[in-house]
């Protein structure tokens, strides 16, 4: 494809982002006395700061490319990603779950299950998160420097290098807090980068309207209704009525329950912004407050790639065609900012994509420090050393975190599967951990053994399920059916993902509570105050003004998906 | 204790961000502006930004200020 050409003045903008991010590790960096200033902001951050943070550091490549690959490709129903997944879940973990996070004084995801549970529940969760933080970091990696090196014809190495000398530079500067002030710079910047394309789009095709009369051209084009890439609910009756492959069964319970709380309720990627809040108040209502800009994020990220489509098909040939003669959805958001946007504006949009990438690895970064020294440095190999060896081993990490997600970078461009893989260990980890989390957190009698071998099963069931099923077309292998025999075949790769997580928390659900009754507990009441639902005293936030209180919050979140939801029903 | 005021770095980079996208767009031919749908998109942008940060810099300059009387008064 042809590059895009940026001007002095793109450039011009883009230097000015990369010595804001620097400058602010470069102020931040002598208020980190402590280990505990480095690794949780020393428990300091206000809660619309942590909130911008807290959506800002799952903005990575992930949701800006991916996002509007999806939109283009399955249309509106993408946003039960955030409609019927993620809000819910950020209003479940901030009314329900912040309460032992927080109060608890745990200091990571896994120090909690280490109090709840027994330290072979944290070992194996701490190590698994560990080796997934540094390969996501080193995708995201490898994502942006593939991009820039398609779109801009930039080297792919001078990409990878200079993106982790500066992420690298800013955390070993000011630790979380400078990731935290910087992940909120950068959603400011994706928002405020991203919207003139959006509105330029949206004018372009004629507004809503002309959006949904071309999109019916696309939809009745590839064999649906009119209305598959407009309306969210109405084709779900069947996975042969959308182009997603899924019934409401399969989105309801795999998407909206198990992977998307599993994500965001158990991720300490963003877990740890609330963490990092200055008060308890301000830790349960930072999910909430996140869960407000949160909702309306399809319009930013969503809302260019049906733009993409409606005009690749209506007018022709604006997004490039791969090797299996479909268009190259990936390329959906790229080449909108090439299209619409001049000299200029290109280089703040170009600086919002590049932002997204490093926020995306930076979140990686400072959680896998985290996590590498409070639970697995401290715990298993130097555990009694003063804070300000910790503090040392901190910044050691940070530097030798980014270097491996240099390597894994650099891996993903040898082994073209690996980002695939990855996607499926995430469903294999992530969805069963959110049964142990529930039953943990509300279920006394949840034992450390029931946890444990709950969490080998539920993955195993994970892995099991992935190995005897397809999706419509694929081959036999990284796709699934690995295990040498088709029990089924799911009409796409969504729909199998979908079902793998409801098979894996199932699976996870029932062996930890069928173990945990046939095991002894070790834990007695006194020891589980502060970490289970039915021991905890209830917090009181009648004190509070109303619209501080979480649950009030949370109603006025959820009223405000619905009307979305009905809206774009 | 806040250590920096977010507002002020944030209120400062929109604030120069507008700056030159409201003198680009005063400076730069009405050809560029072809692929913008024939929309001067800096110059208003640009206005946007300069708005967004200004306001952002006004109340990061006065919370320092107030924290600073505060200071002081102690």
């Known amino acids: 494809m042809q590059h895009i050409h940026l001007g002095a003045v793109d450039y011009v903008i883009l230097s000015i982002y990369f010595a804001f991010v620097l400058g602010i590790g470069w102020t931040l960096r002598r208020f980190v006395k402590s280990s505990e200033d480095f690794f949780l902001s020393g428990r300091s951050i206000p809660a619309w700061i942590a909130g911008l943070a807290f959506i800002?550091?799952?903005?990575?490549?992930?949701?800006?490319?991916?996002?509007?690959?999806?939109?283009?490709?399955?249309g509106i129903m993408t946003s039960h990603f955030y409609w019927l997944g993620a809000i819910p879940a950020m209003v479940f973990v901030g009314i329900f779950m912040m309460p032992f996070y927080y109060g608890s004084r745990a200091r990571s995801v896994p120090e909690y299950l280490k109090l709840r549970f027994d330290e072979k529940t944290r070992g194996f969760n701490a190590i698994s998160f560990a080796v997934m933080t540094v390969f996501s970091s080193g995708i995201s990696m490898y994502a942006l420097a593939k991009l820039l090196e398609l779109v801009l014809g930039w080297s792919f190495h001078m990409s990878v290098i200079l993106s982790a000398i500066i992420v690298l530079a800013y955390i070993f500067l000011g630790g979380l807090t400078s990731a935290i002030y910087n992940e909120v710079l950068q959603f400011f910047l994706i928002v405020l980068g991203f919207l003139p394309l959006v509105l330029l789009g949206l004018k372009d095709v004629g507004g809503w309207a002309?959006?949904?009369?071309?999109?019916?051209?696309?939809?009745?084009?590839?064999?649906?209704?009119?209305?598959?890439?407009?309306?969210?609910?109405?084709?779900?009756?069947?996975?042969?009525?959308?182009?997603?492959?899924?019934?409401?069964?399969?989105?309801?319970m795999g998407l909206g329950f198990v992977l998307s709380f599993g994500y965001w309720c158990t991720d300490f990627l963003v877990v740890q912004r609330?963490?990092?809040?200055?008060?308890?108040?301000?830790?349960?209502?930072?999910?909430?407050?996140?869960?407000?800009?949160?909702?309306?994020?399809?319009?930013?990220?969503?809302?260019?790639?049906?733009?993409?489509?409606?005009?690749?098909?209506?007018?022709?040939?604006?997004?490039?065609?791969?090797?299996?003669?479909?268009?190259?959805?990936?390329?959906?958001?790229?080449?909108?900012?090439?299209?619409?946007?001049?000299?200029?504006?290109?280089?703040?949009?170009?600086?919002?994509?590049?932002?997204?990438?490093?926020?995306?690895?930076?979140?990686?970064?400072?959680?896998?420090?985290?996590?590498?020294?409070?639970?697995?440095?401290?715990?298993?190999?130097?555990?009694?050393?003063?804070?300000?060896?910790?503090?040392?081993?901190?910044?050691?990490a940070t530097v030798f975190g980014i270097l491996l997600s240099v390597a894994a970078a650099y891996a993903t461009t040898r082994f073209n599967n690996i980002m695939d893989m990855l996607q499926l260990v995430f469903a294999f980890v992530n969805a069963p951990l959110f049964a142990t989390f529930l039953l943990g957190m509300f279920w006394r009698r949840t034992t450390g053994h029931g946890a444990f071998f709950g969490l080998l099963l539920g993955t195993a069931a994970a892995a099991l399920h992935h190995g005897f099923t397809l999706p419509h077309g694929a081959v036999m292998g990284l796709k699934g059916g690995f295990l040498g025999a088709v029990v089924h075949t799911y009409p796409s790769e969504m729909a199998q993902n979908f079902w793998t997580a409801i098979f894996a928390w199932t699976t996870c659900f029932v062996a930890t509570i069928a173990i945990s009754l046939l095991t002894t507990r070790t834990k007695s009441d006194e020891d589980l105050h502060g970490l289970v639902y039915a021991l905890t005293a209830r917090i009181k936030d009648h004190e509070q003004r109303w619209y501080k209180r979480p649950a009030v919050l949370g109603v006025i979140v959820l009223g405000l998906t619905l009307v979305l939801n009905v809206i774009f029903w | 204790m806040m250590r920096l005021d977010l507002r002020l770095p944030i209120g400062l980079m929109f604030t120069i961000f507008g700056v030159i996208l409201i003198l680009y767009g005063l400076l730069s031919p009405a050809t560029v502006y072809q692929v913008s749908l024939g929309i001067n998109v800096n110059f208003w942008w640009g206005l946007v930004l300069l708005a967004f940060g200004g306001t952002m810099l006004t109340f990061g300059i006065r919370g320092e200020g107030r924290r600073r009387r505060a200071a002081g008064s102690q």
Do not use: C
């Open chain 1, 56 to 74: 800002s550091a799952n903005l990575g490549a992930q949701e800006v490319i991916g996002m509007g690959a999806s939109g283009a490709k399955y």
């Open chain 1, 210 to 252: 002309g959006l949904t009369a071309k999109l019916h051209t696309v939809a009745t084009n590839a064999g649906f209704a009119p209305g598959a890439w407009t309306e969210s609910w109405r084709h779900l009756s069947a996975p042969s009525a959308n182009p997603m492959g899924v019934e409401w069964f399969g989105m309801v």
């Open chain 1, 274 to 396: 609330a963490m990092a809040a200055n008060s308890m108040a301000a830790a349960r209502r930072t999910p909430l407050l996140a869960a407000i800009p949160k909702m309306l994020f399809p319009a930013l990220v969503i809302l260019p790639g049906m733009i993409a489509i409606a005009l690749h098909v209506t007018r022709g040939g604006l997004l490039p065609i791969g090797a299996d003669g479909t268009p190259n959805y990936n390329l959906a958001v790229p080449v909108m900012l090439g299209h619409y946007l001049p000299s200029g504006l290109l280089g703040l949009g170009l600086t919002a994509l590049m932002a997204s990438f490093m926020s995306g690895m930076a979140g990686n970064v400072t959680a896998f420090n985290t996590v590498w020294t409070y639970d697995i440095y401290q715990s298993y190999i130097r555990p009694g050393q003063s804070d300000a060896h910790y503090l040392k081993m901190g910044h050691a």
